[in-house]
């Protein structure tokens, strides 16, 4: 039991134990972690400076939009906002996202996938993904640079156990071989769990098209070896793809492969449209048969009846509009080319060798955020200098990995964000 956990349920025993009788076993396992979320409030209130701690995007002071939802949010019929939406979510929201799909994913032509279902956001359909096929001591098969919350949604919650392998290889490509020994591994269990988060948070990294290539073909390969593998695509940061990457989600190259995979494809607008507070997200599953597809949806459904029921309308509606108005691939361009400007704005940076005693830098080419492995400092003692001395929110992981959001510095603030980070490490006496 993690340690957080056991503190919360010390304090319930001693202060009441009727209450601490009643937790269920997984009311006694949870816990806020004191990671990300903690870190960047800490840094609301203390980052005066920079806060590149927080995954969204910033523009002049204020969080990133696009036009087209803000200028409508007082425009709409009642029926669009205050009705129930259905379980499933707004039938022409789901067809619509289906059709973008399409388009964004060409490998998805031709391939037989199901309708999206909207969730509360990507955490609600990463955990609706958990509540259907994990059980308790199931193995979840996932890089060793991972979101943070991966480990309540499936560990703490599901009782499942977090596998990793080694995300970048010598070569700073990804460890397609540690992948694939790591998923072989599973054999003796006859099924295994993939999760992939591609650009990745915390490292922005997206495979090259040779590399996606190499991961289709260990999936296939570890199913040909009598492996049942549900494969989940967490494409939180879809459409971010600045560089020498793939442009689409590997869900499609996956979708159909063989009797014996799943694909599943979690994604959502709360970073491609940069509408993070409306928690809108989809999931969507590939298989060929239409009769499995349909009983996965209504799984699906019955667990949204009997959580949370039905999700928002009004920020379906907001959403809906949006992918219906002919500016908005415009407004999208625009704001990826201010983002992609940050990412090459960093490499520039990062360029310079005055650096390379404190830092070297895990490759990306991808999303919001890029991380820097410190060569001696503490992160966690720098995170706090940084914050306490000069206003300047990052994120701690590890006892060496330093994240940084790129997203919600301007671009014309990132030299001085870096050589802040590199003063620091000078004042911690470390260089």
């Not at 029921?309 to 920020?315: E, N, V």
């Not at 500016?327 to 990826?336: G, H, M, R, T």
Request: aromatic residues 10%.
């Amino acid at each position: 039991m993690n340690e957080i956990a056991q503190e919360l349920n010390e304090k319930i025993q001693n202060e009441n134990p009727f209450v601490y009788e009643l937790l269920s076993d997984l009311g006694k396992e949870l816990y806020f972690p004191k990671g990300i979320l903690t870190q960047s409030a800490e840094a609301n209130q203390k980052a005066s400076r920079y806060n590149a701690t927080i995954g969204i995007a910033t523009e002049i002071g204020q969080p990133m939009y696009l036009t087209v939802i803000q200028e409508n949010l007082s425009s709409f019929q009642p029926k669009d906002l205050y009705n129930y939406a259905p379980a499933g979510g707004k039938l022409e929201l789901r067809k619509l996202w289906r059709e973008k799909m399409l388009v964004d994913n060409p490998s998805l032509n031709g391939k037989k996938f199901g309708q999206p279902i909207v969730t509360n956001a990507l955490t609600h359909g990463l955990s609706i993904i958990a509540d259907m096929f994990i059980n308790a001591g199931d193995n979840i098969i996932l890089p060793d640079k991972l979101w943070e919350n991966y480990n309540l949604i499936f560990n703490v919650r599901r009782g499942a156990k977090l596998i990793t392998f080694p995300f970048y290889a010598e070569n700073g490509k990804m460890d397609i071989r540690a992948m694939r020994k790591t998923l072989l591994s599973q054999k003796q269990y006859g099924k295994a769990v993939l999760l992939l988060n591609f650009p990745n948070n915390p490292t922005g990294y997206t495979p090259d098209e040779q590399e996606a290539d190499e991961i289709v073909e260990v999936i296939k390969e570890v199913a040909e070896e009598g492996i049942n593998l549900i494969v989940i695509n967490d494409d939180a940061y879809f459409g971010l793809f600045f560089e020498d990457s793939i442009r689409e989600s590997l869900f499609g190259r996956i979708a159909n492969l063989h009797p014996r995979i799943l694909p599943v494809k979690v994604d959502g607008p709360t970073k491609e449209e940069y509408v993070w507070g409306f928690r809108v997200g989809f999931i969507t599953f590939a298989t060929d048969n239409s009769k499995v597809s349909d009983a996965l949806e209504n799984k699906v459904l019955g667990i949204i009846r009997g959580t949370i029921s039905s999700g928002p309308h009004p920020s379906q509606t907001f959403v809906l509009e949006a992918l219906k108005s002919s500016e908005f691939p415009a407004q999208i361009k625009q704001k990826y080319t201010i983002l992609k400007n940050r990412s090459l704005k960093v490499k520039e940076i990062l360029a310079n060798n005055k650096y390379r005693d404190a830092w070297v830098y895990y490759p990306f080419n991808s999303g919001y955020f890029m991380c820097l492995k410190l060569k001696k400092t503490n992160a966690e003692n720098l995170r706090v200098h940084l914050l306490e001395r000069y206003g300047v929110g990052v994120i701690a992981l590890g006892d060496s990995d330093i994240r940084i959001a790129f997203s919600s510095v301007e671009e014309e603030n990132l030299q001085d964000l870096f050589d802040l980070i590199y003063q620091g490490i000078k004042e911690l006496g470390d260089i």
